[in-house]
């Protein structure tokens, strides 16, 4: 647990923040690291489509960061 100063350094800091974005983004982060140990239930098609992925990357049917960067600049051009 973080001590008093470090807890009230940041509660006084968001507390002067006048960007809203920036303190949506602050809660989501928030909401996220608590929720961390969360455990997701998954769809029967989220669960075949998780399957599915670890076949592709098991026959190395994968891309490369470079070439997924480039397949990706490729189809944002085509819209």
Do not use: C
Not at 7 to 27: A, F, Q, Y
Not at 30 to 57: C, F, G, P, R
Request: a negative charge; aromatic letters at 8%.
């Amino acid at each position: 647990m973080p001590s008093v100063p470090v807890r009230s350094r940041v509660i006084g800091k968001i507390k002067s923040m006048k960007d809203e974005n920036l303190l949506i983004e602050i809660e989501e982060m928030i909401d996220h690291l608590s929720n961390k140990n969360q455990v997701y239930t998954l769809s029967d098609d989220m669960k075949s489509s998780v399957t599915s992925a670890e076949k592709d990357i098991k026959n190395g049917n994968v891309f490369s960061e470079a070439e997924s960067t480039y397949h990706f600049k490729q189809w944002f051009e085509k819209r």
